[in-house]
């Protein structure tokens, strides 16, 4: 570890993060947790852009930190940047879209451990307690120009850098990771 530094340290989950993985372009981390949830963050500034749950109601913290038969156990963000796929405890692997609070698939998947997309993000794979790997064809779709433009000035600059371009702010609020929540997470404004 010589050569490696500690940037940050990201906090928010209530119990053990067990899978992450960073978007292709390396502007957002998803990290799965047993507390039940899949967060969305900015790995740049340490911000929470997003929770996928996989329980309804989410668990205060002092119940997410237990058994609660939804513990997530792996997470997977697609080659184009635009879905994560999440397994968990309940029998399910889901397929969510980056901006959407509820998953737009769901398929049954017993004893799930990890997952991850191939290189070209036709196909999900999914490794199960029982020795056995799983797969699923994705679906493909043409992503936004503002998708595009995000995932090509974020393989050159991080958060930060896009913040400080001279550039109106509306074409940084183009640029930008925000997406708007129903309501805001616990313990945050």
Known sequence: MDKYTMIRKLE???????????????????????????YIWDPHNGDILMEFGHLFPPP????AGG???????????????????????????RFWRIGEDCPV????????????????GSVLAAGTQDGSVYFWATPREVPSLQHLCRMSIRRVMPTQEVQKLPVPSKVLEFLSYVFRRKTPFPGRA
């Open 60 to 63: 205060t913290p002092i119940f």
């Open 12 to 38: 928010g989950h209530h119990h053990d993060v067990v899978a992450c993985d960073f978007s292709p372009d390396g502007a957002l981390l998803a990290t799965a947790s047993y507390d039940t949830r899949v």
């Open 105 to 120: 698939q769901v398929a049954p998947l017993s004893n799930g451990l990890c997952c991850a997309f191939s290189t070209d």
């Open 67 to 93: 058994a609660n038969d939804r513990w997530v156990r792996g997470v997977s963000f697609s080659h184009d940047g635009l879905h994560v796929a999440s397994l968990a405890d309940d029998k399910m692997v």
